[in-house]
């Protein structure tokens, strides 16, 4: 256990108990605690292996590489159609948690076994994705944007891709391809 994260898990929380059943589970299987985006993260050889996090109407162990395993039980979420490698196992009751801890280690221990053998996700590549046609006619029409967003770091490029794809009124995507413009521009992306 590592005292520097022991605060979430002390925190006030719905899910504080299934967070240290969690937590226990995960330590068992002999990974490293580190603090990452804010949660619990668990680590073999320097690889992020699984993520323990919260949110509204669940908790969830979220599995980096997860789209790797084999999902006997057919347990793991897939958080968004845009995830690639992510997958999660929820709980609602941390009885979920308890009558289930050879199974979660089980997939604990298989991503390990992945991560020791050097199997990664193959990602799509950001060219790979289409650029809404609003987005490629400004693009067009100024060529500083075009080389600013060609400068971009394929994961802010595929974030502003995603986003003016995910309107589905044309106004919408202009509306949003405009907001953003100056920040592309300056080099940033989406959320920075």
């Known amino acids: 256990m590592n005292p520097n994260i022991d605060w979430f898990f002390n925190k006030p929380s719905k899910w504080q108990e299934a967070y240290s059943e969690l937590r226990t589970l995960v330590l068992d299987c002999k990974l490293r605690e580190e603090l990452k985006w804010g949660c619990p993260c668990y680590t073999n050889e320097k690889s992020n292996i699984v993520l323990i996090h919260g949110f509204k109407d669940y908790c969830a162990l979220l599995f980096m590489q997860g789209a790797l395993l084999k999902d006997q039980k ?31 280690k089980s997939y604990i221990n298989e991503a390990i076994a ?36 060609r400068a971009l770091t394929p994961g802010r490029q595929r974030g502003y891709l995603l986003y ?23 080099g940033r992306g989406l959320d920075d």
């Open 164 to 186: 003016f794809s995910s309107a589905k009124q044309p106004k919408t995507r202009e509306a949003r391809i405009e907001k953003y413009t100056e920040q592309i521009l300056k």
């Open 114 to 149: 992945l991560n020791k053998a050097g199997l990664k996700v193959a990602l799509k590549k950001t060219t790979e994705y289409d650029i809404p046609e609003e987005f490629q006619q400004v693009l067009n029409d100024m060529p500083e944007l075009k080389t600013a967003f």
């Open 74 to 104: 057919k347990i793991l979420v897939q958080q968004t159609k845009n995830v690639q490698s992510a997958r999660q196992i929820r709980f609602k009751r941390v009885d979920e948690i308890l009558k289930n801890k050879s199974i979660i």
